[in-house]
């Protein structure tokens, strides 16, 4: 069984800043890709931001300048630095992962159950 707990999220005034947080935990031989996706309302779920095993990232033009992804392999966890936030941001941030959860079994893609960012006007 594999989990991602997210934290970090609240209620923010534009320009704010917030830092989101993953862990994941469980049967785990390795993670690959970790990420971020939110979805606002009435809107599909997009990705915000990736980061291979490695340490490479890659964002959405809408928020590049603004967040940081970085990811701690020895804790298990990703981040999401997010700073100027405007009202836009405002969603449901989702953390995303594919593991293994042995040398036998082909990765998967697993989910956290969401964290809420509101940015007030």
């Known amino acids: 069984q594999v989990r991602l707990v997210e934290s970090g999220g609240g209620l923010v005034q534009s320009g704010g800043s917030l830092r989101l947080s993953c862990v994941v935990s469980g049967s785990i031989f390795s993670i690959n890709a970790m990420g971020w996706y939110r979805q606002a309302p009435g809107k599909q779920r997009e990705l915000v931001a990736v980061t291979t095993r490695d340490g490479n990232t890659n964002y959405i033009d809408a928020v590049k300048g603004r967040f940081t992804i970085s990811r701690d392999n020895a804790k298990k966890t990703v981040y999401l630095q997010m700073n100027s936030l405007q009202p836009e941001d405002t969603a449901v941030y989702y953390c995303?992962?594919?593991?293994?959860?042995?040398?036998?079994?082909?990765?998967?893609?697993?989910w956290g159950q969401g964290t809420q960012v509101t940015v007030s006007s």
């Open positions: 995303n992962a594919g593991v293994r959860t042995s040398w036998f079994v082909s990765e998967d893609e697993y």
